[in-house]
């Protein structure tokens, strides 16, 4: 559950002053906001921690107890999994052409 909401984030929230220092490096790899996950994170109900960068189609993943930002990221190799994977016009995924699921 977050409990930063949209009304409170702004003014009391611990948790977005923790991920505004972010906004002093230049340029964040992968590393800085792990850290500065990891700074919000929630103890115990920190169960995942995830980075998405999403040029090389990659992912990096922490699951487990909380706080889970405090273990090293996994990184996941997107761009093998959605090779070949087709899209719309608008990046949608097509329609399927085959027989309705379920029946």
């Not at 906001?33 to 109900?45: C, F, I, K, M, T």
């Not at 996994?74 to 052409?97: D, I, N, V, Y």
């Amino acid at each position: 559950m977050n409990r930063c909401t949209r009304k409170t984030i702004a003014t009391t929230c611990w948790r977005y002053a923790a991920l505004e220092k972010g906004r002093e490096i230049e340029r964040l790899t992968v590393g800085d906001v792990g850290r500065l996950l990891h700074a919000a994170n929630q103890g115990a109900s920190t169960i995942h921690t995830i980075v998405f960068e999403p040029k090389p189609q990659r992912i990096h993943v922490s699951l487990g107890v909380g706080p889970s930002s405090a273990r090293p990221l996994a990184t996941l190799e997107l761009a093998e999994l959605l090779k070949g994977h087709k899209t719309g016009e608008r990046g949608e995924p097509r329609k399927s052409t085959g027989a309705p699921r379920g029946r």
